[in-house]
């Protein structure tokens, strides 16, 4: 690698690095954490999101469409996102929004990630996943879209989006793969937003127990734990080389 290629990508971490930063900073400055653990804040504010919706849903999903593809592309994990897409938009829509903005965000990320920080992904993933690419070698699109099915087995999503960089998974199958292989694990969570959203719709008091036993709510966490269960299953007999 010459000087010049390695400034190219020292210029192009930091600046991620600096987006990334100032996005954090910017959500941090608007959102009060105290108000998000604040029912009554949650509950009121609900009810502006519905009617903003119901005035301006072409607007509203093309934004958060958006957003949501940047979203993956800084920082790289899904769950807060895929629980406010079912808020806003249900658990169908609100799980083809999130599917398809993944699987466009985080293919972003792995194209960054392959371009600029292999060398540096690879020095610090090979060594404990390198037996994976023995798998990965034998179909590349099936294992992949497996791997996503499973949860990564276990692997936490921001290193799920860029450690196919140690495969060289083509482009094409890292979209296919994520975006058929994420299909359940996203419904569930995104199941689990919209379950949420009904239960403030109809409850002006929060009651713990009566959240947890709404099956909007509990059969989403079923569902989650079944997925689980499915990906350890999927990782001892698929990928039980590694």
């Known amino acids: 690698m010459n000087l010049s290629s390695r400034n190219l990508k020292l210029i192009i971490g930091v600046f991620y690095l600096l987006i990334l930063l100032f996005g954090l900073?910017?959500?941090?400055?608007?959102?009060?954490?105290?108000d998000l653990t604040n029912y009554e804040f949650i509950r009121s504010n609900k009810e502006?999101?519905?009617?903003?919706?119901?005035?301006?849903?072409?607007?509203?999903?093309v934004s958060f469409f958006i957003?949501?593809?940047i979203w993956y592309l800084l920082l790289g994990f899904a769950g807060p996102i895929l629980i406010f897409s079912g808020f806003i938009f249900g658990k169908w829509f609100g799980t083809i929004i999130a599917v398809t903005a993944a699987s466009i965000g985080t293919t972003c990320l792995y194209i960054l990630a392959k371009l600029f920080f292999s060398d540096f992904i690879k020095q610090k993933l090979e060594p404990k996943f390198s037996k994976l690419k023995i798998t990965f070698r034998k179909n590349e699109l099936f294992y992949f879209t497996l791997f996503r099915f499973a949860g990564g087995g276990?692997?936490?999503?921001?290193?799920?989006?860029?450690?196919?960089?140690?495969?060289?998974i083509s482009i094409k199958n890292y979209f296919i793969g994520t975006?058929?292989?994420s299909w359940p694990t996203m419904f569930i969570t995104v199941a689990l937003g919209s379950g949420i959203e009904k239960y403030?719709?109809?409850?002006e008091k929060l009651s713990f127990l009566k959240l947890v036993f709404s099956p909007d709510v509990y059969l989403p966490i079923l569902g989650f734990i079944l997925m689980v269960l499915v990906g350890v299953i999927i990782k001892k007999f698929f990928f039980k080389k590694n």
């Open 25 to 34: 900073f910017y959500l941090f400055s608007i959102v009060d954490l105290k």
């Open 67 to 69: 957003f949501s593809i």
């Open 200 to 203: 403030i719709n109809t409850n």
């Open 48 to 61: 502006i999101i519905t009617e903003y919706k119901n005035k301006n849903f072409l607007f509203l999903s």
């Open 179 to 181: 975006f058929f292989g």
């Open 154 to 168: 276990g692997i936490p999503y921001g290193i799920q989006n860029v450690l196919p960089v140690l495969f060289n």
